[in-house]
């Protein structure tokens, strides 16, 4: 963070459910989440329903600002193109009126009027002029530099209209092709009156001169609004309703230098002795709930690289409550929430290289594995159906068996800690080094994933129901698969289906045993691998747009030694993973173009634009971190294009000339590549701040042990809470509590200055986003 900037972290819980939905007769509905018009998530789809449910959780990071938070519902079409039901559009501005509550929204009607956004930028001047008869042209209006932000591209136009009591002029701008980001830079004179009306498309934008007169000339943007001539005609009420439970917060990220004592605090947690006493340990145990606390946490402590001592030390500590073998890290704990939540950051280009190829086989070619004689169809043959299952979970086990070479080091190091630490706990069972680890790496990581692709950006969309069961199928073998020792006999009786005991029969050869064993010992070595023969593929989520002039769509695919696109099947041009010097972010202006990133090598840089943010927020992570060990990365790169004879970034007019920009540097490897620490640590200052009462009478109850062993003062704010070392944990709470107190004052002072001289939109730089949906 720079001084003066300032960062937004959202932080949303939805809980929805539609009702009353039109036509009124039973269809297949789906919900898209929008930033402005511009799909990011969709919902599974909902046969046959009028009132449709859903249960999923989306998490990303925003990577630009936006107006609007939009729910469109959808019914879904087999021939015809999908029908928009209506939406909920909520104004950012008002996301924090409905937090913590259950909200019903009306679904609004979407028409060509309701879809407006982006904003303008108009500079007013007023001149003397003096006119052929001598008379006084007092005003000057000049429209300049018009940045629309749209969906689509289009071929856009502006009309200034100057509307007085006697006269109205009105003069327009000339049509620009195919952009979202139309630069007018044109001068309009009008005689002075009283109101300037800007028209963009359906949008409006009125200014009252009367009242901005003294403050001539003026330069200002403003956001595009709706005509007033909306559709008035659609009846809202016959369109039915949506349900939404939203929790909000939002900060304000201040210069890092404000975050060095309460940083420096929870960087040496996993050293302060016992951990119960640290500041990391003492958070996520005064938060309500844990994942509040772990996910700033678990992102602050890998980009400062303290993650896996921390791990350890929580996970020893867990380990302590832990009496037997068998339940080794299967609770929700601390320590396996870090590790859940690590393996979802550090994790995501694992799985793809590894599960992708062969979950889009069973997603685009579904073969019948339904195996349950209760849910078997009419004409189904068990037999064919059972050998089908098998098929699919031999490929999915061979993949992820085949794939130690590409698990990231950071998850090696911690499963290789974690490892120890359960053979140290239970030093008579040679078989809990291994439970260990298959309790994450198969049951919480790959079994998952499996079950929903889409959480993990496997799959752009939710399987149909059929392959739904399929995927949940397969999860449950991989899980059984992957648990040490669950192919014995003993265990096969343990089973609640019997359908599935009798499909794991096929199962009890010692080669997945050995094979499960060899893929542990991989994944928990700290030894470096170097790789091998084997390639790992990963193909973009639909087409992305390449090229610098002419942009064409083409398939793009990222294996370990090479990255390609493609026509057809043979790749059209390749670029050597050792070859690629830097990935970073185009500036939208070069193109006029969102989403779009560079791959520089050791030619002319290649230009991609992918679908939507997310999207292309996630290759950029992809690609830097398999270049992430290359010894010829670049310092300095140029966020422009070189066009026209010169960088529009700097101006140089050399093409070769070294960047004017400093990329993305000391990415830890294995982790997300745009961790921002001072953010990470403002959200911790905020659960602290939320907690302050807890912290306070914690402080009070380990004095008072400290002092004497009396009772305990209200014990119910801390009562979970374990003091194994009063003095340690007293002097730990004093310090967070000075630290929080001093950053008060920090913001206070902040929120005075950024009141009296901040303008709308202009300190916006990040967002986060958490969406719970359980109903919809």
């Not at 329903?49 to 990577?63: H, M």
């Not at 809990?432 to 496997?458: E, G, K, M, W």
């Amino acid at each position: 963070a720079q001084p003066g900037d300032a960062f937004s972290f959202f932080y949303y819980l939805f809980t929805d459910d539609a009702k009353h939905l039109v036509p009124n007769k039973m269809r297949d509905f789906f919900c898209t989440i929008n930033l402005d018009q511009e799909e990011v998530f969709r919902t599974q789809v909902v046969e046959k329903s009028l009132s449709p449910y859903f249960g999923e959780e989306f998490y990303f990071e925003i990577p630009r600002t936006f107006q609007w938070l939009s729910f469109y519902i959808y019914d879904k079409s087999v021939l015809q193109k999908d029908l928009r039901v209506g939406k909920v559009a909520i104004k950012k501005e008002d996301l924090c009126n409905y937090t913590g509550k259950e909200n019903w929204f009306m679904l609004q009607p979407v028409d060509s009027n309701s879809e407006v956004q982006g904003k303008v930028h108009l500079e007013l001047k007023l001149n003397e002029l003096i006119t052929d008869n001598g008379s006084v042209c007092q005003q000057l209006v000049e429209c300049h530099g018009l940045p629309l932000i749209n969906g689509q591209n289009c071929d856009p136009y502006a009309t200034v209209s100057l509307v007085g009591p006697s006269r109205n002029d009105q003069k327009k701008t000339k049509v620009k092709k195919k952009t979202s980001n139309p630069q007018f830079n044109e001068t309009f004179y009008f005689e002075v009156t009283f109101c300037v009306v800007f028209y963009l498309f359906c949008s409006i934008l009125q200014i009252v001169l009367s009242k901005l007169c003294s403050k001539l000339p003026y330069s200002f943007r403003y956001l595009l609004q709706p005509r007033e001539n909306g559709n008035k005609s659609s009846k809202t009420d016959d369109l039915g309703s949506l349900r939404l439970n939203i929790c909000y917060t939002e900060d304000c990220v201040l210069p890092s230098e404000y975050y060095v004592s309460l940083r420096n605090l929870l960087l040496k947690s996993s050293d302060v002795q016992p951990i119960s006493a640290s500041a990391a340990y003492i958070l996520c145990e005064v938060c309500r709930d844990k994942y509040d606390a772990v996910l700033p946490l678990v992102r602050l402590l890998l980009h400062h690289h303290k993650l896996v001592p921390f791990v350890a030390a929580v996970a020893e500590l867990d380990l302590k409550d832990t009496q037997e073998a068998n339940t080794v890290f299967r609770g929700n704990s601390l320590a396996t929430r870090c590790v859940d939540e690590m393996m979802k950051i550090v994790g995501k280009h694992y799985l793809k290289v590894t599960l992708k190829a062969v979950i889009d086989e069973i997603c685009e070619s579904p073969k019948p594995c339904e195996i349950d004689p209760i849910k078997l169809r009419e004409g189904d043959n068990a037999e064919i159906n059972m050998e089908n299952l098998r098929y699919y979970v031999d490929k999915v086990f061979r993949e992820i068996v085949q794939s130690s070479i590409s698990c990231p080091t950071l998850m090696c190091d911690v499963f290789y800690s974690l490892r120890h630490l359960a053979a140290k706990r239970f030093p008579n069972d040679p078989h809990v080094q291994y439970s260990a680890v298959s309790s994450f790496v198969f049951l919480r990581f790959f079994a998952v994933a499996v079950v929903s692709p889409h959480t993990f950006h496997l799959r752009p969309h939710h399987p149909d129901a059929q392959t739904s069961r399929t995927l949940t199928l397969i999860s449950k073998a991989i899980q059984t698969l992957g648990s040490w020792g669950s192919l014995t006999k003993s265990k096969l009786s343990s089973f609640k289906e019997t359908f599935m005991c009798e499909f794991f029969k096929t199962f009890q050869e010692d080669k997945f045993t050995e094979s499960v064993k060899k893929f542990l010992d991989d994944v928990s070595s700290t030894e470096s691998k170097e790789p091998s023969g084997l390639k790992m593929y990963k193909r973009a989520q639909g087409r992305t747009r390449i090229g610098k002039k002419n942009f064409k769509k083409r398939w793009f695919c990222l294996t370990s030694r090479e990255f390609t696109y493609h026509k057809q099947q043979e790749p059209i041009f390749t670029i050597p993973i050792k070859n690629i010097l830097a990935v970073e972010k185009l500036d939208e202006s070069s193109f006029n173009k969102k989403n779009m990133f560079q791959v520089l090598h050791g030619e002319k840089p290649l230009y991609i634009q992918a679908n939507n943010c997310v999207e292309a927020s996630e290759w950029i992570e992809a690609l830097c971190r398999v270049t992430r060990c290359n010894q010829k990365r670049l310092s300095f790169y140029h966020p422009s294009a070189f066009l026209n004879g010169s960088w529009l970034c700097c101006k140089a007019t050399v093409e070769n000339t070294v960047g004017c920009a400093r990329c993305t540097a000391d990415v830890p490897a294995d982790t997300q590549i745009e961790i921002d620490g001072d953010r990470e640590t403002e959200r911790i200052y905020s659960l602290f701040t939320i907690n302050m009462s807890k912290l306070q009478k914690l402080e009070e109850a380990c004095g008072s042990i400290a002092v004497y062993q009396g009772p305990r003062k209200e014990p119910d704010d801390y009562s979970n809470f374990t003091i194994e070392d009063s003095v340690a944990t007293f002097h730990t709470l004093k310090q967070i509590i000075d630290i929080v107190g001093k950053l008060n004052e920090s913001h206070e002072k902040y929120r005075k200055k950024r009141s009296s001289s901040a303008k709308y939109g202009s300190e916006i730089r990040k967002q986060m986003l958490t969406i719970k949906n359980t109903y919809m």
